[in-house]
């Protein structure tokens, strides 16, 4: 069975994804995970998560474009662009 | 030479030789966890009998590096069962089984020693320890009861109660290689 592992560096920061073990059971993996994600005093603490347990998700479906709800937003360059050609004030073309 | 540096010096023989021995095992695991696992608790085996070693030094006026590789083959207190190469696997895992088993009465009784100094040296190894037995005993439910796993125990459990030394062919063979780098430079600076 594989585990992943999840690394804690220092108390209070989040667990981040650090690998994973191959072990039978959960026992072997705890032993295993130590020596490779623990022995240099790398972790403060480690979450091993059976990968059948994870529950994954993916694929986020964009159809209609509703970039502007997301914080990085749509590009405005090319949006204004197409709005002063649409009025006819291309700084470009007035100069 | 005194209770103390006796003492010190079978504990740090014991650690120094199961640590060369099981780090035999380095790239040839059964599996690639396990690799790293073994290979990690030989190099606190290691770490252990350094340890110790400094001790002893301080006790008999030496070095660890002199104790640990340059005395005569003859002069090692390691217990018979560290010292053979063991490369079949329920060898090396039932060795390391009795091992614990074994160190563990050893170093409980270390840390209820008067000497302070060799308390505190047993309780820093017993943290470590914690996770040797750990593994040993992980390894000893899963194989036990088979035939392979219990006849090596019968092979190796004699080795407990045998005569601590040196003087025999097994280490002797041990040491040629252990100490060959150093004798092949007598005297240097490393």
Redesign the interface.
């Known amino acids: 069975m594989i585990y992943e592992v999840f690394r804690q560096e220092r108390r209070g920061k989040p667990f981040e994804h650090a690998g994973s073990v191959e072990a039978p059971d959960a026992r072997f993996a705890e032993t295993w995970a130590r020596e490779q994600y623990g022995r240099r005093g790398e972790s403060e603490a480690l979450w091993l998560v059976a990968r059948d347990a994870l529950h994954e998700v993916h694929d986020f479906p964009d159809e209609f474009d509703l970039k502007y709800r997301r914080v990085d937003g749509y590009s405005l360059k090319a949006r204004l662009k197409e709005a002063r050609e649409r009025a006819g004030t291309d700084p470009a073309r007035a100069r | 030479m005194n209770e103390r540096a006796r003492i010190l010096l079978e504990l740090a023989d014991d650690e120094l030789v199961i640590g060369w021995r099981d780090s035999e095992w380095t790239g040839i695991a059964p599996?690639?966890?396990?690799d790293?696992?073994f290979s990690?608790?030989a190099q606190n085996e290691i770490g252990h009998a350094r340890a110790a070693y400094e001790l002893a030094a301080r006790e008999l006026g030496t070095t660890a590096d002199e104790l640990a590789y340059d005395r005569d083959p003859s002069e090692y207190r390691c217990s018979p069962l560290v010292q053979p190469r063991l490369l079949d696997w329920a060898h090396a895992i039932a060795r390391r089984c009795l091992y614990e088993e074994a160190d563990r009465e050893r170093i409980t009784a270390l840390i209820e020693a008067d000497d302070a100094e060799v308390a505190a040296l047993a309780r820093k190894i017993d943290r470590e320890e914690a996770?040797h037995r750990?593994?040993a005993e992980?390894w000893a439910e899963?194989l036990r009861g088979q035939p392979r796993f219990e006849q090596a125990l019968a092979d190796l459990r004699p080795r407990l109660d045998g005569e601590r030394g040196s003087d025999n062919d097994e280490f002797r063979e041990l040491w040629e290689e252990m100490t060959s780098v150093r004798r092949s430079a007598p005297g240097a600076e490393w």
């Open positions: 599996t690639l966890e396990e790293v696992a990690s608790i996770y750990m593994h992980l899963r």
